[in-house]
């Protein structure tokens, strides 16, 4: 895989909240991790966590290098994926209802890159008002839902926003929705999520 690792260190003492943890999910030791940090922060010229005995902060330099290293390594993560071939066995599903103006606008190119990226997967891109959405989510039958609101009891969030030049609000925004249950287990989803967030 492609990767800085000293950023990916950085960026997972960042979500865990702690070096102990970090040291843990990386499957190295906190003095290598301390040294990854300490390395980073030399190089900034300033310290990008404040450290206490019960939680570890990002300062305001950390929070900016965090922004990005999420970036970079969501593009490593996508980088690799058109670089490795995939395998037969990774052939997946995935469908997405969506609101009608969402699929055509937003989520057609994103789907169309996605398939381009992980050629193993197929989607189907399904236009379908709110209401059927949140039934399909809610019966197994969508992965993802995008609707013009959150559907109540999913894992929602906006994912794609319409503005009108010199307007002071987005002349139209859509949620992701996801069943709370699949948030944090189903590859499919976090790869064509991961491609959404990579895309231009």
């Given at each position: ?34 040294n ?10 300033d ?109 929602s ?5 319409v ?21 944090a287990?189903?590859?499919a ?12």
């Amino acid at each position: 895989m492609i990767c800085d690792y000293r950023l990916k260190v950085f960026f997972t003492v960042a979500v865990k909240g702690s070096f102990t943890a970090a040291a843990k999910e990386l499957g190295i030791t906190q003095p290598a991790v301390s040294n990854h940090i300490s390395e980073l922060e030399n190089a900034i010229g300033d310290a990008l966590f404040f450290r206490s005995r019960r939680e570890t902060v990002l300062t305001p330099k950390g929070r900016i290098l965090f922004d990005y290293a999420e970036k970079i390594l969501n593009l490593y993560r996508c980088a690799d994926r058109e670089l490795v071939p995939v395998r037969r066995d990774e052939r997946r599903q995935l469908t997405i209802a969506a609101n009608p103006e969402a699929a055509k606008f937003i989520l057609k190119p994103l789907a169309d890159n996605f398939c381009r990226i992980y050629p193993g997967t197929e989607i189907a891109l399904l236009e379908r008002a709110r209401e059927e959405s949140a039934i399909m989510l809610e019966d197994g039958e969508a992965d993802i839902a995008v609707t013009d609101a959150p559907i109540p009891n999913t894992d929602s969030t906006v994912f794609a926003t319409v503005s009108i030049a010199g307007a002071s609000r987005p002349a139209m925004t859509w949620y992701l929705n996801r069943k709370k249950s699949d948030s944090a287990d189903n590859p499919a989803v976090e790869d064509f999520l991961l491609c959404c967030r990579t895309f231009k």
